[in-house]
């Protein structure tokens, strides 16, 4: 079966991969993370998801009072170019204990920038991961042999 459609047991799934979806009671085709590793658990981070969501509409309406700020000083190249300045930095932290980068060493989801710490069965290393489908956290991942 493909990603994403709902499965017993690795098998069933093209990936190999089939994993338990904690919070909502059934189990699902997940794709591979890198090489041979699957998210065993996967669970919801809605806390990290408003927390994103808040952000982004401050970030929207602090762009729309900076763009009405330089049209009242008559400045319309910044206005016209939208009155921010894109920046090359990452989003994320190589060291600290917060916003760390995926695949850095953590403690807990509050380390990461993407809210989801990660731990790895075998070895039970915890590692920053990416989430799965936008909403996802593979708490547990494990080697598909």
Known sequence: MCDELICEYDGQCRSGCCSQVLTR???RCASMLIGDYCPRALDPIYEMLDAEREMEMAREALGAMTKAALARHGDKEGVEGGGLVPTTELPC???????????????????????????????????????????LCPIAIDVVE
């Open 25 to 27: 009671g059934y189990s």
């Open 93 to 135: 932290n190589v060291f600290g204990t917060v916003d760390r980068c995926d695949g850095m060493a953590c403690e807990h989801d509050g380390n990461c920038f993407s809210g989801c710490c990660s731990v790895f069965v075998q070895g039970e290393q915890q590692r920053c991961m990416p989430l799965i489908g936008n909403d």
